[in-house]
C-alpha cells in the first residue's frame, strides 16, 4: 500500500516539476527532412464515367441491371482498366 502512495506520489509530482523548471520533460522532435521528387509523374486525364443505374432485382442478388446498363458498366470497367495502365506506363520506372 505505501510502495503504491509512493509511485503515486511521483506520478503526480514529476510533470509538476518539469512545468516549474519551464523546460519539457521530453525530447525536441527532429527537423523536418525535405524530399524532392527528381521527375514527377504526370497522370493522364482524367475519366469521365457514364452513370449506371441498377433494377430491382427478383431474388436476394447484389445488384441487378438491364442489358444497356450492363453494356455501361463493361465499358466503364474497361476505361478504369485503360486509364490505370496508361498512368503505370508514365509514371513506373523504366528498367535499363
Excluded at 522532435?29 to 521528387?37: G, K, Q, R
Excluded at 521527375?39 to 442478388?61: E, I, Q, R
Aim: with cysteine; charged share 25%; net charge positive.
Amino acid at each position: 500500500m505505501i510502495r503504491n502512495i509512493g509511485v503515486l506520489i511521483l506520478l503526480v509530482n514529476v510533470p509538476g516539476c518539469c512545468w516549474l523548471a519551464k523546460r519539457s520533460c521530453f525530447p525536441a522532435c527532429p527537423a523536418p527532412t525535405v524530399v524532392t521528387l527528381e521527375k514527377p509523374c504526370a497522370l493522364p486525364p482524367p475519366l469521365h464515367l457514364d452513370l449506371v443505374k441498377t433494377v430491382p432485382c427478383a431474388g436476394p442478388s447484389v445488384a441487378c441491371f438491364d442489358a444497356e446498363n450492363a453494356g455501361l458498366l463493361a465499358k466503364r470497367e474497361s476505361s478504369m482498366k485503360d486509364w490505370i495502365k496508361e498512368a503505370r506506363a508514365r509514371c513506373e520506372k523504366k528498367k535499363p
